[in-house]
């Protein structure tokens, strides 16, 4: 089991970025694929993007593409989103969580949120001027 805790979020003006930060901890880590979600209110929550165990799989959003960048620290038990050009619909409340079978499709990991057994709180993005 793993236990996830989000960090780095805050109001930021479009255009402007973010890094948010996912500690982990539990045994489960080292072979489990993290992913970050989004949920806006009033809308279901949705993958964003996923990095398996070793980094060698990265997936992400079509909308994010090109601004979001994943990255995990293994030794420092972190995962990274960095967020440039932030937009106003980028907004909400983002969380990571952990899928220890490592689930893939094609071979890349999945942002199916079913996959996914533990979850952190979640940390508060705001993009507004």
């Known amino acids: 089991q793993l236990q996830l805790v989000e960090s780095g979020g805050g109001l930021v003006q479009p255009g402007g970025s973010l890094r948010l930060s996912c500690v982990a901890s539990?045994?489960?880590?080292?072979?489990?694929?993290i992913g970050w979600f989004r949920q806006a209110p009033g809308k279901e929550r949705e993958g964003i993007s996923c990095?398996?165990?070793?980094?060698?799989?990265?997936k992400y959003k079509d909308s994010v593409k090109g601004r979001f960048t994943i990255s995990r620290d293994n030794a420092k038990r972190i995962v990274y989103l960095q967020m440039n050009n932030l937009k106003p619909e980028d907004a909400g409340l983002y969380y990571c969580?952990?899928?220890?079978?490592?689930?893939?499709?094609?071979?890349?990991?999945?942002?199916?949120?079913?996959?996914?057994?533990?979850w952190g709180q979640g940390t508060q993005v705001t993009v507004s001027s």
């Open positions: 969580a952990g899928d220890p079978y490592s689930r893939t499709e094609w071979n890349i990991c999945t942002l199916r949120l079913q996959y996914y057994d533990d």
């Open positions: 539990g045994s489960s880590y080292e072979y489990s694929t």
């Open positions: 990095i398996d165990s070793s980094a060698a799989s990265k």
